[in-house]
């Protein structure tokens, strides 16, 4: 018997729906929604605008019109609300892994030219430089959510020899495809964008490409892994790519 | 065929409704900022409700009508002239070729729409014309409008128009506003502001600041305070979210708005206050007023049932006007 997760629902505007667990940032969890958000994404429905997950919650923009059409004489609100809680109720009665995570591996260059803070974190942490990228190599990361920028991707978690605060004052300008820290999170810029996380490395894959259908590189529920390559490698990708 | 931009306003785009379906890739939806006014200038002409159309603030574009259009001009009042004489927004116009249409005075909003007839031809991505700045992709290669613009229009036939004529009938646009008097409903955070704050929200004005733009408006007024510290991870925010910033002033999230947050969401703004909001310009006060879940849903659907009955009513008239013509 599986037992049910507590949760609480509530709107976000008169267009939207959360579903919150609430709590910390949870590995379990985030599976539940991983496994929500594909759920309800075979509900399909042209009422329904956006399915998004995230850390320990997963919301719904909806079209009210259209839901009211759906609805009759309940609220639009509801109407996706008990579709929420059932779609909820199936999958705690059912194996976690009914949908499958995709792997990625994420090729990086911990050179000292493109990781700026590696040596400030390193010593910090009382390791050396090897030993941190080691340590950032040697565990598969889990996408919580995708957020702040388009294709950015919050992994977790790091472990807690490498796990560094936010830099005191962000950068003006981080560049594309810089790997950084921040707690326990590790993540990617996908653009030249203001940030405060610390750089430890570069990948040279292109995150976000407008010219693609699948315009992100990485999803919700990705597991991600990162290996090293060499400064050589990674002029020799980032040129080979586009 | 099509108008040209002789000289740019501040910030001219194309927009549509918004595009939607990405946010779990930490896409923002975008789009116009006020949607009554955007499908109201469509609805005038006939054409489907989410056509792109071109937004503007003040000081807005000077435009060139390469060849004649019909046209309208709803959301901000600018004193908008077509070759020097007046012309009136909410209203379908027939402008003739070489006219130059331009924005003498900043009246009254802070957004106006210009739709022809049939659309712009714009460029489409993921499903919208909306322009995204951050990404520059849609509308007009995903950037404000610059000189010497030309946009196409969809119909490129001519349409003989000779003189400069307003269509007998103009859209009654008072009964989607209200006089910055902004509907909220209580956010998640809501019942974890101080009592007194809960108060002040209502009963003081809040001044949108200068540091407003697309993405969201900074409102300035009474601090409020959240009875204890919360620590929120991020989750999805809306077109309207009220967010309580560490400073204890509010920002409500606006079209371009990002995907996730996590400060505390205090409120979220009525989809029917939306369009006053976005008329809203800095520097003036707003008023919030509490309604509940419910109370937002049915005057959202009364407002959309006016929308459809404002549109069969322009149908009907177009109908009649081009078949007595």
Known sequence: MVQTAAYQIYPIGDQGITLDYGGEMSETVNRKIFQLFKSLQNWQSDAILDIIPAYHSISIIYDLIKIKKLAGEYSAYHYVETKLRVTESLLSDQSNELFEERKVEIPVCYDLSLAPDLIELASAQQLSTEEVIEIHCSKTYRIYMIGFLPGFAYMGSVDSRIASPRKASPRMNVPAGSVGIAGTQTGIYPFDSPGGWQLIGQTPLQLFDTSKENPTLLEPGDQVRFYAISLEEFHHLKNNQS | ?325
């Open chain 2, 1 to 325: 065929m099509g108008l040209r931009i002789l000289k740019p306003g501040i910030a001219d785009s194309i927009q549509d409704k918004g595009r939607y379906g990405y946010q779990q890739l930490g896409i923002p939806p975008g789009g116009v900022m006020d949607r009554i006014a955007a499908t109201v200038a469509n609805t005038l002409l006939g054409n489907k409700i989410d056509e792109p159309v071109l937004e503007m603030h003040f000081p807005a574009a000077t435009i060139l009508f390469e060849s004649s259009m019909m046209i309208a001009i709803t959301g901000a009042d600018f004193g908008a002239e077509i070759n020097g004489h007046a012309v009136l927004i909410n209203q379908p116009i027939l402008v003739p070729a070489k006219a130059e249409l331009r924005f003498t005075k900043n009246k009254k909003g802070s957004k106006v729409y210009l739709s022809v007839e049939e659309g712009f031809q714009t460029s489409s991505w993921l499903g919208s014309s909306s322009t995204s700045f951050l990404l520059h992709k849609g509308g007009q290669e995903g950037r404000n409008l610059i000189k010497n613009d030309l946009l196409e229009f969809n119909n490129q036939e001519d349409l003989e128009i000779d003189s400069l004529t307003h269509l007998p009938w103009r859209a009654s646009m008072a009964e989607f506003y209200s006089d910055n008097i902004i509907a909220f409903m209580p956010g998640a955070e809501y019942q974890m502001l101080e009592k007194i704050s809960q108060t002040g929200m209502v009963t003081n004005k809040f001044k949108v600041s200068t540091q407003s733009n697309r993405m969201g408006y900074r409102l300035e007024g009474q601090a409020l305070l959240l009875g204890n510290k919360i620590d929120c991870l991020s989750s999805a925010v809306s077109f309207g979210t009220i967010q309580l910033l560490p400073n204890a002033q509010m920002i409500v999230l606006m079209a371009d708005h990002q995907t996730t947050g996590g400060y505390p969401r205090i409120g979220h703004v009525a989809s029917s206050s939306l369009p006053t909001l976005a008329q809203v310009s800095a520097g003036e006060s707003i008023q919030f007023e509490l309604i509940s879940r419910d109370e937002a849903e049915n005057i959202y659907l009364q407002q959309q049932q006016n929308l459809q009955q404002l549109q069969n009513a322009c149908n009907f008239r177009l109908q009649e006007y081009f078949r007595n013509e």
